[in-house]
């Protein structure tokens, strides 16, 4: 599928840059035997129904598709296109080479990454900034701190009960007896 002509700076776009098919700028341009150009899954969608060009007709199968010459390729990378999230805010336009780096790094995009600004530091997607509250994120970080606290100090007492245990059972018993016990019971810690 081709990219909204009304997405780019120039609104007279070449007609050879234009698929016939979805009537948008050529996106991953593919040329036919009879060299006519149309976006890759805009051809690739028509064959699986038709096998002809859609265009004069001639009989066409997807192996017969070529990429676009680089000459065609090149003023299409070369066409200015506005940023996807201009309504969010962004200003700027991107040659069409650069539209994919800038998606990804574009401040105004909800999926990248910022860090929160308030208290907690933590690093979230935009679109969540908003659903984000500090305040109970860090409670929550002291609850799970807490419980780890907790469960260690189990595991302490429980240690000095069995330290307990064992001293009695060292100070009631004789020595050999004493070492046979706690060989006997190692097998089973």
């Known amino acids: 599928m081709g990219f909204d002509t009304d997405r780019f700076e120039d609104l007279e776009i070449s007609e050879e840059l234009i698929c016939?098919?979805?009537?948008g700028v050529l996106e991953d341009a593919m040329t036919t035997h009879c060299d006519h150009l149309f976006c890759n899954k805009c051809i690739n969608d028509w064959l699986r129904d038709h096998h002809t060009c859609p265009i004069d007709r001639c009989p066409l199968r997807s192996c017969m598709l070529k990429r676009a010459p680089r000459a065609i390729r090149n003023l299409i990378n070369r066409l200015k296109i506005y940023c996807p999230y201009r309504n969010d805010g962004c200003k700027q336009s991107v040659r069409l080479e650069q539209y994919d780096q800038h998606q990804l790094e574009c401040p105004f995009n909800p999926d990248s990454m910022v860090k929160c600004k308030l208290y907690c530091q933590r690093l979230m997607k935009r679109r969540d900034l908003n659903k984000h509250d500090?305040?109970?994120?860090?409670a929550q970080m002291i609850q799970f701190q807490r419980q780890q606290l907790f469960d260690r100090d189990r595991r302490?007492?429980?240690?000095?009960f069995v330290l307990f245990i064992l001293i009695i059972?060292?100070?009631f018993l004789p020595f050999t007896s004493f070492c046979s016990f706690l060989f006997h019971w190692s097998n089973y810690l």
């Open 156 to 160: 302490i007492q429980t240690l000095y």
């Open 20 to 23: 016939s098919i979805c009537t």
């Open 134 to 138: 500090c305040i109970k994120e860090l």
């Open 169 to 171: 059972i060292y100070l």
